[in-house]
């Protein structure tokens, strides 16, 4: 069937079927054992969900459907084929890749995150990004540094 012939609903149901892509970070991308299994998981679920939305018999409702798995497919695809799984760290005398910091501030408060990739990173679980200010800067110090940030300092006082 001719193109000509196939509904199109409106220029709004075409722009819901083309999103634009999800920025890929300029960073190289470092990420643990964990979070390669986690991106895997993720494309897995993608193409499942896009596999889903093919099953829509209506033209327009199926775009819909696909448009954000598709995005998804290949903004994951591109972060698997960049991975650069990064092994443990040999040993706790310094925070690195994959370390678990924990740090006191001046005001009392206790946080303890461990450093992992980008796609990896949930502050509220406690990870961080490589590439986050407060990683770069935990990177490379031993338990007993002091850094300030800001108007406040930081005290390193364990490293696992």
């Known amino acids: 069937m001719s193109v000509a012939f196939t509904k199109e609903e409106s220029a709004e149901t075409a722009a819901e079927t083309l999103l634009p892509d999800r920025p890929i970070s300029p960073h190289p991308n470092l990420v643990t054992e964990a979070g390669l299994k986690a991106l895997e998981a993720q494309l897995q679920e993608a193409r499942v969900a896009y596999e889903a939305a093919a099953a829509v018999d209506d033209v327009n409702e199926k775009r819909r459907q696909q448009a954000g798995p598709l995005r ?26 994959g370390s678990t910091v924990t740090f006191s501030r001046d005001d009392g408060r206790v946080q303890t995150y461990r450093i992992v990739g980008e796609d990896e990173a949930d502050p509220k679980v406690g990870s961080i990004s490589y590439v986050s200010p407060v990683a770069r800067m935990l990177l490379g110090k031993a338990v007993g540094d002091v850094m300030s940030v800001g108007d406040q300092e930081l005290e390193i006082t364990a490293i696992a």
């Open 72 to 97: 998804d497919l290949r903004y994951l695809a591109e972060r698997l084929r960049t991975a650069q799984l990064m092994p443990e760290p040999a040993s706790n005398d310094t925070v690195a890749f």
